[in-house]
Structure formats: structure tokens, C-alpha cells
């Protein structure tokens, strides 16, 4: 294999982890035995990769979570016609290095799939990540970045979670069991978790993502008697945002990065300073200012977008293109919230 081919070979997650391999199993186990026990019909997957090897695995991971292998092919079997081989109701995609004529393909699978409502996992390198997010943003693809065979294993657990007309939503226990898992491999909170648990996410998303709508409060003019919306403070400084977030890259100097890990907090920051500095993010930069892995910041990215903190913008010069920006409420909030932190320092001196 040349040096090339080993730049983006994924790692695999069993090596040296019996802990994960043995979770892995039993989160495996249990999602097969919840659709054998309820006698539904399996979910059909399509897989498709250049490797051969990794095709193999994947295949081996959804039979054992006890989905049905529909399709196993190489990228090129998207590339021949304009409709394409037929999908299953789940696609897996392996696409490390991508091309125009790839991009291309991977854009009608993602409309597809959204027409279908098939369920579209991709996977890739961090130097392809804003080639292959800008072109999915019609099926709600999850996008997994170099990624361990636990990572698939996670996602493939999450479409069953999402499938509900085909497969009863997961048990707590079966939530608790992908969560250590997840700890374990991606380190992802479990404030993250808690809001992909079917029913519940409504009001894990109240509990964990909540505005404070404070600053909306409208007021009765006292020379018209009419309603007067309060005036919202201005963005910080970006130059303030810049050092706080400096400030908290500097603990990782002295202590394990990992305890203080706060993706969304960190991303929140980084897009405030860049909304008052004028300037665009893209995903990849927003994943690098994150604080943790890829896939792992790119769960919490999904995650506050649908709770309304964060929003994809397609690039009007390049459709192939796109950036991720603040709610215009969630950048009132950032900015009520400094102000506030302005007042309390006030106050001290």
C-alpha cells in the first residue's frame, strides 16, 4: 500500500481496546435482538466502498445489529447513471478522497435519499469535510470523520433510533449502553445523548439548548401606548471573544485537555467572534475550534442546529460550498450574554 493509500486508513477501533470491543458486541446483541423479538422485517442496507476490507466490516456490523444487506459495491457504482443503483433504507458511504465527478454523485444520492426517505450515512477525511457537507443538506446525512469501526457502530445505532415507523424507539438500557460506548470511543457529553433519545428529545432540547428570551420582552411606549421592543446589546468585541477563547485553550498546557472539554460552548464562541469580525466558518474550521474529535463535533453541530443555535449557509458563488453561522437569536443571546458579564465586572471595580 502506498503512502498515500495509508494517509487515510482509517484506524480500526478494536485494536488494543478489548473494553470497546466487548460494549460494542453488546450494543450489537441487543439492537439485533430488539428487531427479532419484535418480528419486524429487517431494515435493508446499502454499502458502498473502494476497500475491500472495509466493505467487509461494515457488512458485518449492520448484519450483527440485524439489518439486511441489500447492495455491496464500490463508489463507481454511483457514478454510472444519473438514478443510480436502488437504495435501501440505509446507505453507507465510505468516501476519504473525493473528486468532482464523486461530489457530483454523492449530491444525487443525497437528494435521493431525501425523496426516499432512505437514511444516509457518510463517512471521510477532514481534508474532504466541506466538499462533502456542502454537498448534503437535503437528507440529514450523518457525516462521520476518519472513523472507528465503533464510530459506525454508533451511527448505525442512531438510525435505528430514528427509524420509528420500521423499529420501536431504543430502550433506556439500550440508550445507556450506546452512551458508555460513545464515551468511551468519541467522548461525546452525555447532555449530547440525552437529545438524540427519541421521545424525549423535545425536552432534553428545552432543558439543554435553552434560550433566555429576557431581552424580547416588548414595553408600553409611555407617550404612545404602543409596544416597544427592547433594544438588544451589541456583538462583544471580537477581540475580547479571541482572548477568552485563548485563555481556555491555555488550560490544556497544564491540565488533560479532556477534562475541560465544552464543544458547544467553544463553537458558540468562535462564530460570535467571527459574526462580529464579518467573517464566514466552515464546518472544518468550526470542528478544529470545537476542542474534540470531528464526528464527534460534527454530532454536536447537528444537534444545535436543530435546536435552533446554529444554521447552515450555502455560499452564493459555489453551491458546492457552505458555512455554519449563529441564529440571529442565539447571536442575541451571545450578546445580552456579555453584556451581562460586562455589568457584573462593572459592579467589582
Excluded at 463553537?267 to 474534540?292: K, N
Aim: hydrophobic share 45%; net charge negative.
Amino acid at each position: 500500500m502506498g503512502q498515500a493509500a495509508r494517509q487515510f486508513d482509517y484506524g480500526n477501533g478494536d485494536a488494543g481496546a478489548p473494553p470497546v470491543v466487548e460494549m460494542r458486541d453488546r450494543v450489537e446483541g441487543r439492537l439485533q435482538g430488539r428487531v427479532q423479538d419484535r418480528g419486524t422485517s429487517a431494515l435493508a442496507v446499502s454499502i458502498f466502498a473502494d476497500r475491500s476490507y472495509l466493505r467487509a466490516e461494515m457488512e458485518e456490523d449492520a448484519v450483527a445489529a440485524g439489518l439486511r444487506i441489500a447492495l455491496t459495491a464500490d463508489l463507481g457504482n454511483l457514478l454510472g447513471s444519473e438514478n443510480g443503483p436502488a437504495l435501501g433504507d440505509l446507505v453507507l458511504v465510505d468516501c476519504p478522497v473525493i473528486d468532482g465527478a464523486e461530489l457530483a454523485a454523492l449530491a444525487r444520492l443525497d437528494l435521493r435519499a431525501a425523496k426516499s426517505g432512505s437514511q444516509l450515512v457518510v463517512s471521510t477525511s477532514i481534508g474532504s469535510l466541506d466538499d462533502v457537507f456542502g454537498c448534503l443538506d437535503q437528507s440529514e446525512a450523518q457525516i462521520l470523520v476518519t472513523p472507528s469501526r465503533a464510530d459506525r457502530v454508533i451511527a448505525l445505532g442512531r438510525t435505528l433510533a430514528r427509524a420509528g415507523n420500521r423499529v420501536r424507539e431504543l430502550s433506556e438500557e439500550d440508550r445507556l449502553a450506546l452512551l458508555r460506548l460513545t464515551e468511551q470511543v468519541g467522548q461525546i457529553a452525555q447532555k449530547l445523548e440525552a437529545l438524540s433519545s427519541g421521545s424525549g428529545a423535545a425536552a432534553a432540547q428545552a432543558s439543554a439548548f435553552r434560550f433566555d428570551d429576557s431581552g424580547d420582552e416588548a414595553r408600553l411606549d409611555d407617550g404612545t401606548d404602543r409596544l416597544v421592543r427592547a433594544a438588544r446589546p451589541p456583538l462583544p468585541d471580537p477581540r475580547l471573544v479571541r482572548k477568552i477563547i485563548r485563555q481556555r485553550q491555555l488550560r490544556a498546557r497544564f491540565f488533560e485537555g479532556d477534562l475541560f472539554a465544552d464543544p458547544a460552548w467553544d463553537m458558540l464562541l468562535d462564530l460570535t467572534a467571527a459574526r462580529a469580525e464579518h467573517v464566514r466558518v466552515s464546518v472544518t474550521s468550526l470542528c478544529i475550534a470545537s476542542g474534540v474529535p470531528p464526528t464527534t463535533a460534527l454530532r454536536w453541530i447537528g444537534q444545535m442546529t436543530d435546536a435552533g443555535l446554529l444554521q447552515r449557509v450555502d455560499d452564493e458563488t459555489d453551491r458546492r460550498r457552505a458555512f455554519i453561522t449563529l441564529t440571529d437569536k442565539a447571536a442575541d443571546a451571545m450578546a445580552r450574554y456579555f453584556a451581562e458579564l460586562g455589568s457584573a465586572s462593572a459592579m467589582l471595580v
